[in-house]
């Protein structure tokens, strides 16, 4: 049977690590694999506002790698937009984003609602970008598939995923298209993660998708069990505060795990409280315990994460932990400081030189996470700058992406060149050096796509 051209547009997470939207196109089908919303930079996180740049009610369907909102987020406005079609993904996935989505759009309204009622929007009404029931919508379009099972998506086109490691649900989408195999990276996670499984290496692709976030950089050998121990007791000798600014999903899991084994081992005080203020992560860490299959962790240890933290639910709450001054551990959202209730935890406790903030994952370009990774002595929240006297500290070991090296033991076991590699979800200086390492290691030409960029894979 003749076969047409296949092209894969690049509709983000081209030049940047946030916004991931790949358009599969062939004579037959429309696939579009993730459906991210940019984060970061004010001018990538203004594109969400732009129409997207596609027919989505042509869309035969989505596949989503992973539910990290730069993966998943955009999906509310698709469906607004028009789309009607499956959105595939794995069982955790579609848990975790039926979490995720509806706070992210609860997150857009109450920001909206924050600039109307201070002022500071240049728009009136400053508008959510979608809401709740726009995320809510959206979830009646997911439909699960298990790890290692093929579904049929479009005339040609096959689906499969590949577990890979970095969160519950994430996967590598492989893509049968008339004969060929595109495969898609999705985030690679580590071979040591403290919570995750190994991501599973593909066995062939003809041509390959590849992430780079740490593209130019390998992780530090360092012990995070020791180094979180250590800053816990730091800060509590002086009196002070451990702000966690983290991700709800995976990244929050992790630190609490952390604390749970220093506390049982008597590395961090025992009369230093922890809180977990945010309730997308105290529904994320529920669900280790329905996935226990893709995780590290056993059941004792499931419930000694869960129980190291006193759940902060309420807003009325939140509020609470601003008026105490007393030592404490707070984990709140979100990872880059972009959103979310650890913004107004900066604006109370930021000034104070006894207190310590610390990052403990990628801090993308333009976030305040990057910003206080860089030594900002004052950051700007709500419209008002806030000065940060704190103590900034970076913990590693803990990022949930493979670094150059793990990247590239885990394509090692590819049985033939891929006649294309494509590398993508980086900053430039970052893909770059990892399209010259595949060079390097492999002998590969790998390519570097710009934004909005199609692709000609076959004529």
């Excluded at 093929?150 to 096959?158: C, D, E, R, S, V």
């Excluded at 692709?205 to 593209?215: N, R």
């Amino acid at each position: 049977m003749p076969v047409g051209k296949l092209t894969v547009t690049f509709l983000g997470a081209a030049g940047t690590v946030t916004g991931s939207k790949y358009l599969v196109t062939t004579p037959r089908a429309r696939v579009l694999v993730d459906c991210g919303l940019f984060q970061g930079l004010k001018e990538l996180r203004l594109r969400n506002w732009r129409p997207l740049p596609l027919d989505v009610a042509s869309l035969d369907a989505v596949v989503l790698t992973h539910a990290h909102i730069d993966h998943s987020g955009c999906l509310p406005l698709l469906v607004k937009q028009g789309f009607n079609g499956p959105v595939y993904c794995t069982p955790a996935t579609q848990a975790l984003c039926r979490i995720l989505l509806p706070d992210a759009g609860h997150l857009q309204e109450e920001d909206a609602r924050y600039a109307n009622q201070k002022g500071f929007s240049k728009h009136h009404p400053a508008l959510p970008l979608y809401t709740v029931e726009d995320a809510k919508n959206s979830l009646g379009r997911l439909r699960s598939l298990e790890l290692d099972t093929t579904a049929h998506l479009a005339p040609g086109i096959a689906l499969r995923f590949s577990p890979a490691g970095h969160i519950l649900g994430a996967a590598s989408v492989e893509l049968q298209i008339d004969g060929k195999r595109l495969v898609f990276s999705g985030d690679v996670g580590r071979p040591n993660d403290p919570l995750m499984h190994a991501p599973r290496s593909p066995e062939h692709a003809d041509y390959l998708v590849v992430e780079s976030t740490y593209g130019n950089r390998r992780h530090a050998n360092d012990d995070p069990a020791q180094q979180l121990a250590h800053i816990v007791s730091r800060t509590a000798a002086r009196g002070g505060i451990l702000l966690m600014p983290s991700f709800a999903v995976g990244r929050a899991q992790a630190l609490l795990h952390l604390l749970a084994v220093a506390r049982a081992e008597g590395r961090i005080p025992s009369n230093v409280p922890v809180y977990l203020n945010s309730p997308m992560a105290i529904d994320a860490t529920q669900l280790f315990r329905e996935f226990a299959g893709e995780h590290r962790l056993t059941a004792q240890q499931c419930r000694a994460m869960r129980e190291v933290a006193t759940n902060v639910v309420t807003v009325e709450d939140s509020k609470r932990l601003n008026a105490r001054r007393e030592p404490m551990v707070v984990i709140a959202g979100s990872g880059m400081a972009t959103g979310g209730r650890i913004v107004h935890h900066l604006k109370q406790f930021a000034g104070d030189p006894r207190n310590t903030i610390l990052l403990s994952g990628y801090q993308a370009a333009g976030t305040r996470g990057a910003a206080l990774a860089a030594g900002a002595r004052e950051i700007k929240i709500h419209g008002a700058l806030w000065p940060v006297r704190a103590e900034v500290e970076q913990l590693s070991g803990l990022s949930a992406h493979a670094d150059y090296e793990e990247l590239t033991a885990w394509l090692a076991p590819l049985r033939r060149r891929p006649s294309r590699v494509l590398v993508t979800h980086g900053e430039p200086a970052a893909a770059a050096a990892f399209a010259a390492h595949l060079h390097s290691a492999f002998g590969w030409r790998a390519e570097l796509p710009s934004d909005g960029a199609t692709v000609t894979l076959r004529e």
